[in-house]
Structures are given as structure tokens and as C-alpha cells.
């Protein structure tokens, strides 16, 4: 993996865990060798992620759309910004640009961006692995919904199986390495199987 897309708040959040989390988790990127794709703003988590990054001598790469840039939240000091024409045109450049997704603490666009990832891997379009990277139990409530979902049959158990959800960067970084895309190839083609029978 040589490049990773961090999905998070333009916000900061109200506890400091949330801000810690994203320096460790820009410093650990730099320090990997591994590029920085993020949404390209100089505020919240987003621009303390990128902060990190350069600050442990890393590459940032930025992609926002020309209408954040006009609200003047492009982060002027990364490597790279590239100014895309809207929302759907950012998400496919970074989809483009990474190997793989991680999510911290975030609100709708976190939610949106991440998702969509993951709606790809379920189609067949993308075939990178997605983390969700918690901070004090942020996520645990969506994972209660995810399995849910699993539970009354709108996600097949496999679906469920093939993100991560955890607060170790460690191990996250490792399950990334790890992960297959042969994996969701494999559900996908049992699917696709049993829609014939």
C-alpha cells in the first residue's frame, strides 16, 4: 500500500481523543512511507490529519471541490491540491489515488464518502479494503446497525466480514496489508450463483 484516503470531520470534534487519534494517525502514514489522500481542507480533522502528515515529513494529496475553495477551506500548504468541479468528481479522484480507506470520527460526509466505498466493493466496482478507525466508542453504534442489517438480511455476513472496525492503527494497518480482494470476489461469485438457481 502506497497511498491511503482518509475520510473525516471538518470539524474537530468535542473531546481531544479525537484530534490525538488524527495526529497519531497522520504521523503512523508518514512514517509508513505511504501518501496522504484526504478531502483537501485546511479545518477540523482534515486539516489536522494533513498537518501531521507534513509535519512528519510525508506527501499530502488534497482533492475538494472549487466550491470549498471558494468558502476558503483549501488547505494551501500540501504537497498537492487538486481542485475537482464537484462532490462526485472528488470521490472518484480519490477513489483513483488510493490504495485503501480509513475512516475516523466524522459527520455526514465522513458517513457518505465511506459508504460509498463500501457500496463499490459490494457492486464489484472497487476491490480496496475500508477501516473504520474508532476513537472511544464512536463507531460502536453504526457497527450495532451494520449488524443489524446482517441480522435481517440486507447485508450478507460476508459484507459485514470484509471492513474493519477497531482502535489499534496497528492492527488496522496490518488487516489492510492482509486483505484480499479474492475475498469479496468469493461471496460475490456465490451470490451471483445462487441468484440463478
Known amino acids: 500500500m502506497k497511498s491511503i484516503c482518509v475520510y473525516c470531520g471538518s470539524?474537530?470534534?468535542?473531546?481531544p481523543a479525537y484530534t490525538e487519534r488524527a495526529i497519531a494517525l497522520g504521523d503512523r502514514i508518514?512514517?509508513?512511507g505511504m501518501q496522504l489522500v484526504y478531502g483537501g481542507g485546511n479545518v477540523g480533522?482534515?486539516?489536522?490529519?494533513?498537518?501531521?502528515?507534513?509535519s512528519a515529513g510525508g506527501e499530502v494529496v488534497g482533492v475538494?471541490?472549487?466550491q470549498l475553495v471558494n468558502w476558503e477551506v483549501a488547505h494551501k500548504g500540501v504537497t498537492k491540491l487538486e481542485v475537482v468541479a464537484n462532490?462526485?468528481?472528488r470521490k472518484k479522484r480519490m477513489f483513483d489515488l488510493s490504495d485503501g480507506f480509513v475512516a475516523l470520527p466524522g459527520g455526514f460526509g465522513t458517513l457518505d464518502e465511506m459508504f460509498e466505498m463500501l457500496t463499490w466493493r459490494q457492486l464489484g466496482i472497487g476491490d480496496k479494503p475500508c477501516a473504520f478507525l474508532d476513537?472511544?466508542?464512536f463507531y460502536t453504534p453504526l457497527m450495532?446497525?451494520?449488524?443489524?442489517?446482517?441480522?435481517?438480511?440486507?447485508?450478507?455476513?460476508?459484507?459485514r466480514d470484509d471492513l474493519w472496525h477497531g482502535d489499534d492503527i496497528d492492527a488496522m494497518f496490518a488487516w489492510m496489508r492482509a486483505y484480499s480482494p479474492a475475498q469479496a470476489d468469493k461471496w460475490?461469485?456465490?451470490?451471483?450463483r445462487k441468484s440463478l438457481r
Do not use: C, T, W
Not at 470539524?11 to 473531546?15: E, F, P, S, T, V
Open 30 to 32: 508518514a512514517k509508513e
Open 135 to 137: 476513537v472511544e466508542g
Open 64 to 66: 475538494i471541490p472549487e
Open 87 to 89: 462532490m462526485h468528481e
Open 188 to 192: 460475490m461469485d456465490e451470490k451471483r
Open 45 to 54: 480533522l482534515m486539516g489536522v490529519v494533513a498537518d501531521a502528515v507534513l
Open 11 to 15: 470539524n474537530a470534534g468535542n473531546k
Open 144 to 159: 450495532g446497525m451494520i449488524d443489524r442489517m446482517v441480522e435481517e438480511r440486507f447485508l450478507h455476513p460476508e459484507q
